[in-house]
């Protein structure tokens, strides 16, 4: 793996990776295997939990990271992707980036000759996907099972199948019509399922979809960049809000999961967000183990 821009890069690495990250999670790592290296990170959008788990991975490990809004770097004043990548790569190690554009994240890798990390684009949340996994495996202890992935079919879900697909986890996505995830990204999903098993499909009956359901993972209605669509996305979406009822039509003990932000009262209810079935906070912990077996493989001497 050079780059992770799409989880399609960590296809063969996927299971090292998520054993590296339980192995960092229990703090089997003293030595700082990435002193003296720097990670640029450049945002073009908001994050918390990105932002924050990197540049507290990068210096457990015994880095540094430098927070870049585009709207302090000269991109935002129309300096070519390009060129930012040849400068970025003469003084730093490795380059997550947050941007609208996928198209622009492979156009930053395309340039640097540092590993470039996908922090979020408007296709793909490959660091998201790792993270769940781990949660998945550590919750129930196997991908066995059925996820559904409830509401829009966005860069969250478009890498969730990817990664299911890869580790045999069978996917269901249950959308509005209009909402399906990325054709090409379930075309992608689909041959990769061939090996591993695992069944994927997109349903548009919600009570059918959860049916058998051992997780059920939701994500905003209204994602970054899709501010203009905001009203007509909340009427959309309503009939699949992730309440107690629709948690009840799953399987006993399912898990709730979320990649977070959540608004209460859209995509899920409070009861079912704050309550018992819900891993949400487990996820947001495990950026930072991922993230820290990502960092490690892409940036270790
Ligand atoms: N899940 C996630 O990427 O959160 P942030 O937007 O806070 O980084
Ligand atoms: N789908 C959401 C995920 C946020 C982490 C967005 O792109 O805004």
Same mark, same amino acid.
């Given at each position: 793996m050079k780059h992770l821009l799409s989880v /399609?890069?960590? %296809?063969?690495?996927?299971? %090292?990776?998520?054993?590296?990250?339980?192995?960092?999670?229990?703090?089997?790592?003293?030595?700082?295997?990435?002193?003296?290296?720097?990670?640029?990170?450049?945002? %073009?959008?908001?994050?918390?939990?990105?932002?924050?788990?990197?540049?507290? =991975?990068?210096?457990? +490990? =015994?880095? !540094?990271?430098l927070y870049l809004s585009t709207n302090d770097l000269q991109i935002g004043r129309g300096e070519p992707i390009p060129d930012t990548a040849r400068a970025l790569s003469r003084y730093v190690d490795g380059i997550m980036i947050r941007a609208l554009k !996928?198209?622009?994240?492979?156009?930053?890798?395309?340039?640097?000759?540092?590993?470039?990390?996908?922090?979020?684009?408007?296709?793909? !949340?490959? /660091? %998201?996907?790792?993270?769940?996994?781990?949660t998945i495996k550590e919750h129930r202890g196997t991908f066995e099972g059925k996820l559904v992935f409830v509401g829009d079919g966005n860069n969250v879900c478009?890498?969730?199948? +990817?990664?299911?697909?890869?580790? =045999?986890?069978?996917?269901?996505?249950a959308c509005p019509e209009g909402y399906e995830p990325n054709a090409e990204i379930f075309k992608k999903a689909q041959e990769l399922a061939k090996e591993s098993g695992s069944v994927l499909e997109i349903i548009y009956d919600i009570k059918k979809a959860v049916k058998n359901a051992d997780i059920i993972y939701t994500d905003v209605w209204v994602s970054?960049?899709?501010?203009?669509?905001?009203?007509?996305?909340?009427?959309?979406?309503?009939?699949?809000?992730?309440?107690?009822? +629709?948690?009840?039509?799953?399987?006993?003990?399912?898990i709730f999961m979320h990649c977070l932000p959540a608004i209460r009262g859209q995509e899920t209810t409070?009861?079912?967000?704050?309550?018992?079935?819900?891993?949400?906070?487990d996820q947001a912990e495990n950026r930072l183990h991922a993230q820290k077996a990502v960092m490690y493989s892409l940036m270790k001497d």
């Open positions: /399609c890069d960590a %296809q063969d690495q996927v299971v %090292q990776l998520l054993d590296l990250a339980m192995w960092f999670k229990k703090g089997k790592s003293d030595d700082k295997p990435l002193k003296n290296k720097t990670l640029a990170m450049i945002f %073009q959008k908001s994050s918390t939990r990105t932002r924050v788990s990197f540049e507290v =991975g990068m210096g457990q +490990l =015994g880095g !540094h990271a !996928h198209e622009d994240v492979v156009e930053l890798s395309e340039n640097a000759s540092v590993p470039v990390i996908n922090g979020l684009t408007d296709l793909e !949340h490959p /660091c %998201q996907a790792l993270a769940d996994m781990q478009n890498s969730l199948l +990817l990664i299911s697909a890869i580790l =045999g986890l069978n996917m269901t996505v970054m960049g899709d501010e203009e669509e905001q009203e007509k996305r909340i009427n959309d979406f309503m009939p699949f809000q992730v309440n107690e009822e +629709l948690m009840a039509l799953s399987n006993e003990g399912a409070a009861g079912v967000i704050d309550g018992p079935q819900s891993v949400v906070w």
